[in-house]
Structure formats: C-alpha cells, structure tokens
C-alpha cells in the first residue's frame, strides 16, 4: 500500500473514532444544563427581562463561566470514582453530614419538583387543558419513561426535550425583535443601579443556574452513565458545551421579554406562563405559543431530572444499587423511590388548598442553605490527590472553585435573607 496514501487515511480513521468516542461520552452536562433551566429558571429569567430589560445579561455569562467550574469539578469525581456526591460524603465525611445533606436535599427537591408540575399546569391551561389531566398524563409518562426506558432511551428523551426547548426560546427571542447590539453590550458591560431589587434579582439568577440538586445529578449520571478516566477530555467538552447552551437559552428568555414587556411597560409578571400570555400581543399569537411549549417541555425535564437526582442521592446515602443501567428487580430500591417521589409530589398538587407558593418558597431557603455545604464537599472531594489522582483539580480550577464557592456562599445566604425581609 502506498504510504503517502496509507499514513492520512489511517489519520482521518483515528480522528472519525476519537470523534465517535466523545459523542458517545457527551450526555451528563448537556442534560444537566438543559434541566437548569426548569420551571423555576424559565419564571425567573422572565421576570428579570420584563423588570430589568437586558440588564442582566452580564449576570448570564458570568453564571456560565461559574457553572463550567463546578460542574467540571463534580464531572471529574464522577469519572475518578465511579461513585455518586453522596456515596464520597458519606464515606469520607461520616453519616452525620451524609444524613443533614440528603434531608435537607430531598426537603429542596420535594418544592422544586412541585413547582415542575405547576410549570407543566400552567403551560397547558393556555390551551385549554384541565390541571388534573395535564399532570396526570405527565406523571405516568415520566414513571414510565425512568422505570420502563433503556438508559440510552431515557438519554435520547432529555437530549431531545432539551433541544426542542432551546430552539423555542430562539424562536419567541427572534420574533421579539430585540435590540441584539444592546443585548450584547450589557452581556459584556455590566449595567443597573445597585437597588435592593436589582441585587435580589442577581441573587436569584444566579441561583436558579446553580443549584444543589444539579450538582448532585451531574456527579451520579456520569457515574450511572459508566465513563471513566478515558473520558476527561470528552466530559469536559460536555460540560463546556451545557454551560453555554443552559445560559444561551437563559438568554434568549431575557431578550425576548425584555423586547416586549420592559419595552413595553409590562414590567410586572409572577410567572413564565403570564410572561407567554403577555408576549402575544407584541410578538403574536405564534411567539406566545412557542413560549408556553417552552415552559412544558423545560417543566417536563425538571420533573424527570430532579426526582432522578433524589432517587440517586438517597440510594447513594444508604449505599444501595442504583442507577438507570439495573432492571427494576436488581434496584427495587431505586426505581421504587424514583415513583414515589414523582407520585408523591404529584399528590401533593392535587391536595385542595395546598400552599404550592410557600411549598416552592421552602425549596428556595433549602437549595439556599444547602448548596454552600455541597459546593465545600465538592471543592473538598476533587482537590483530593489521593482520591482523584491525576484527575484531582488543578490549581487553576481549584482557586477558581474556591471563588465561585464562597461567592456562591455569599449570594445564597443573601437569598435566604431577602425571603423573609
């Protein structure tokens, strides 16, 4: 064979299997992006847009920059060790401080899942969709999905619910008709009066980006998903890519509102929903649509992902068989919880006169309490030498992570605050 022909071709053979190898790692932090931005995430970046107009941009690219460091850090344990956050708590901080944070977790993710059904509510009583049939049918076909879907199926149905909420949020931002230079100068310039409710607002847009449960999901689906050592340089391209994609569309949401209700006077709204209604006459009944098939579908992927990172946590705690990979009969303890607490939040929506607000309120001050002693394990755990190796954060990604922690530390404690001020 020729070796000026043979020597290439074998390059562009290898480069195609290098290139297949990182495709087939890519999941954990693209999901795990994608699920930042539920229910709660998409309420929030509308309020902010319709009350700050693009004034927050800035706050976006700095809760993607802060995003990649600590989803790399929790990525990295998860490649090391194969094990889940909680399983390494436990074993090497006792537990005690296993036993605080899975209470506390499950406490956060009990309010944040309510408000996954109440996001999925909301989005289908635009059209015309009774509250009882909506989260019904959404809680028997999410149960059925995690306990009956293959782990490459329950995989393909986030990437794809992911991507159809991005583009929608393009969509509604294009027929905005924002001031796209605008908008790119205040991602890059910070701009607003440091008000009371302009630092409340930072405080929560950061929040929803970087939250406890999403920490912990990242760390036990890359484990639950088998990647290991080998695949470093494919998590981090991952990770990467999530981080950018979950504030892309963060983004998108505070354009199009921006463009409309802050442009317009409408600076006033209490939800993603009310933001959808409220888009139509502005960017038409098609941009009002597209919005509120957002809310569902982005509703939707919470309500798959935050029980799953439950059901992960808590088998993690008590060290036992978890994971999407196991058929039901070789983990009954996980799948068995995984139903309960998609059912059990679905029961609690349907209790006459719940306070679904002070529910949702709850989850805020305990993702607030919680996530500054997840984010100190985390930080603790991948600096480690002995426990991650050479996969052990560098100085770089360990100074950088200490920052966003005590930053995060600062801005969640400031959230718990303003709650009851």
């Known amino acids: 064979m020729d070796r000026k022909w043979f020597v290439p071709w074998l390059g562009r053979r290898r480069w195609r299997y290098a290139r297949l190898g990182i495709l ?18 998409i309420t929030t970046y509308s309020v902010v847009g319709a009350k700050f107009g693009y004034q927050m941009m800035w706050v976006l690219l700095a809760s993607a920059l802060a995003l990649g460091i600590t989803q790399e850090a929790g990525a990295r344990l998860g490649l090391a060790t194969g094990k889940g956050l909680l399983d390494l708590v436990r074993e090497r901080f006792g537990l005690r401080w296993s036993g605080l944070a899975i209470v506390t977790m499950l406490l956060a993710n009990l309010g944040d899942t309510v408000a996954e059904f109440a996001g999925i509510s909301a989005a289908l009583l635009i059209f015309g969709v009774p509250v009882a049939v909506s989260n019904s049918v959404a809680t028997v076909a999410v149960i059925l999905l995690l306990t009956r879907g293959s782990f490459r199926r329950v995989q393909f149905v986030f990437l794809a619910m992911g991507a159809a909420v991005s583009a929608g949020y393009a969509i509604s931002a294009y027929l905005a008709h924002p001031a796209w230079a605008t908008a790119a100068n205040y991602l890059i310039v910070p701009h607003g009066t440091l008000t009371s409710a302009y630092l409340l607002a930072v405080v929560g847009t950061v929040g929803t980006t970087i939250t406890p449960w999403g920490q912990g999901f990242i760390q036990s689906y890359t484990a639950d998903k088998g990647l290991s050592r080998a695949n470093l340089r494919a998590s981090h391209i991952d990770i990467t890519t999530g981080a950018v994609l ?17 442009a317009h006077g409408r600076y006033e709204i209490s939800d993603a929903a009310q ?15 597209v919005f509120a098939l957002g809310l569902l579908g982005a509703s939707l992927l919470g309500l798959g992902t935050v029980p799953l990172t439950s059901a992960y946590a808590t088998c993690e705690a008590l060290g036992l ?13 996980f799948y068995g919880l995984l139903t309960f607490f998609v059912g059990f939040s679905a029961l609690l929506v349907f209790i006459p006169g719940l306070p679904l607000i002070q529910v949702m309120f709850l989850s805020q001050v305990f993702d607030g309490l919680l996530l500054p002693v997840i984010l100190v394990f985390v930080m603790r755990l991948s600096s480690d030498r002995w426990l991650l190796g050479d996969l052990a954060s560098g100085p770089v990604l360990k100074y950088l992570g200490w920052i966003v922690t005590a930053a995060m530390s600062v801005l969640s404690i400031a959230l718990v605050l303003s709650l009851f001020l």
């Open 321 to 333: 068989e978890r994971g999407l990979r196991w058929k039901w009969n070789e983990a009954p303890a």
């Open 246 to 262: 979950t504030n892309l569309v963060a983004a998108f949401i505070v354009v199009a509102t921006a463009a409309t209700l802050f």
């Open 24 to 41: 087939a790692a890519m999941g954990p932090g693209i999901i795990s992006g994608f699920a930042d931005n539920d229910a709660g995430g």
């Open 275 to 289: 933001a959808a209604v409220a888009l139509r006459p502005f960017a038409g009944r098609f941009a009002e649509t």
